[in-house]
């Protein structure tokens, strides 16, 4: 149960995050003042918890929906399996997630 409303709940945020990509877009259309000003938003810690919202939200929802796959093809629905599913879902978008912003601080830290 607690799956289905996360992938409810994160459906929600990637509309948000979409909404995000697109200012980006926007503001980059607009000249280096609007990029420099939105960049310095997103750049901000709240804007960067947002950003790492959004980054759990795509892995999540790829995690569920690959699950919903196998369910699709009639596996994984012994209450078992579907709980050892719905744990690795959660932590596969966690650890996904961090290891994706590691790698991206690490990078920006060598000044790639």
């Known amino acids: 149960m607690a799956t289905s409303i996360l992938h409810r709940a994160t459906g929600v945020a990637?509309?948000?995050?979409?909404?995000?990509?697109?200012?980006?877009?926007v503001a980059l259309t607009?000249?280096?003042?609007?990029?420099?000003?939105?960049?310095g938003l997103i750049g901000?810690?709240?804007?960067?918890?947002?950003?790492?919202?959004?980054?759990?939200?795509v892995m999540y929802h790829i995690a569920n929906g690959i699950r919903?796959?196998?369910w699709d093809a009639g596996?994984?629905?012994?209450?078992?399996?579907?709980?050892?599913?719905?744990?690795?879902?959660i932590l596969f978008?966690?650890?996904?997630?961090?290891a994706i912003w590691m790698l991206l601080i690490l990078n920006l830290g060598q000044g790639a």
Not at 14 to 25: E, F, H, K, R
Not at 76 to 88: Q, S, V
Request: proline share 2%; aromatic share 16%.
């Open 68 to 70: 919903h796959l196998f």
């Open 93 to 98: 978008a966690i650890v996904s997630s961090v």
């Open 44 to 57: 901000s810690v709240l804007g960067q918890i947002a950003m790492f919202g959004f980054t759990v939200a």
């Open 30 to 39: 607009l000249g280096q003042d609007a990029y420099n000003t939105y960049a």
């Open 14 to 25: 990637l509309y948000i995050g979409a909404i995000l990509i697109v200012g980006w877009l």
């Open 75 to 89: 596996k994984g629905y012994n209450p078992g399996t579907a709980n050892a599913t719905a744990w690795i879902v």
